[in-house]
T-cell receptor, first 113, second 110 residues
Framework: DVKVTQSSRYLVKRTGEKVFLECVQDMDHENMFWYRQDPGLGLRLIYFSYDVKMKEKGDIPEGYSVSREKKERFSLILESASTNQTSMYLC????????????FGEGSRLTVL | QKEVEQDPGPLSVPEGAIVSLNCTYSNSAFQYFMWYRQYSRKGPELLMY????GNKEDGRFTAQVDKSSKYISLFIRDSQPSDSATYLCASDTGRRALTFGSGTRLQVQP
């Protein structure tokens, strides 16, 4: 059974803290994605990666960075968390950019106080 | 203007009703159209996938794409309480990551 695992389901952090959100997939997929989901705004793409050590900015990359040192792992980093980054963060993987089925993790709910 | 627009609902229907969920999109380069279903506190899962215009049927679900009007629809026949979820439409040109609508929350009342 395919699986995308996000390390933390719920996190509470303080403004200015550095936050790491980890995502691991076991399907040997080339492509991995980070989205955030907010009420009324849907899923918005933060960053994606189509190969190890490769990354591309999505629609809302400001305030975020990513790391992909291994094929199965894609990390989202908030260098200095702010309250407007309180959101649900969803990691996904796929075999194709834009055309392949996205497999999502269960999400990480981040609250920044 | 968002590239994919979707009415957020909520949409509440009685069990057995036919449900129509709709999206519009603005980018005429979009070729791939998908519907994802997201249950509460879960990640989205692919429900239907179509390429270009036309209809696709899978059991009680029918996806319809009209590229001339840039309109995407999902029909659910004989709706069940287990269909209660948020439905997200998504599109892409095939060269970049998916663009999602904001999602429509559906509640099917038993």
């Amino acid at each position: 059974d395919v699986k995308v695992t996000q390390s933390s389901r719920y996190l509470v952090k303080r403004t200015g803290e550095k936050v790491f959100l980890e995502c691991v997939q076991d399907m040997d997929h080339e492509n991995m994605f980070w989205y955030r989901q907010d009420p009324g705004l849907g899923l918005r793409l933060i960053y994606f990666s189509y190969d190890v050590k490769m990354k591309e900015k999505g629609d809302i990359p400001e305030g975020y960075s990513v790391s992909r040192e291994k094929k199965e792992r894609f990390s989202l980093i908030l260098e200095s968390a702010s309250t407007n980054q309180t959101s649900m963060y969803l990691c996904a993987s796929s075999t194709g950019i834009g055309t392949g089925e996205l497999f999502f993790g269960e999400g990480s709910r981040l609250t920044v106080l | 203007q968002k590239e994919v627009e979707q009415d957020p609902g909520p949409l509440s229907v009685p069990e057995g009703a036919i449900v129509s969920l709709n999206c519009t999109y603005s980018n005429s380069a979009f070729q791939y159209f998908m519907w994802y279903r997201q249950y509460s506190r879960k990640g989205p899962e692919l429900l239907m996938y179509t390429y270009s215009s036309g209809n696709k049927e899978d059991g009680r679900f029918t996806a319809q794409v009209d590229k001339s009007s840039k309109y995407i629809s999902l029909f659910i026949r004989d709706s069940q309480p287990s269909d209660s979820a948020t439905y997200l439409c998504a599109s892409d040109t095939g060269r970049r990551a998916l663009t999602f609508g904001s999602g429509t929350r559906l509640q099917v009342q038993p």
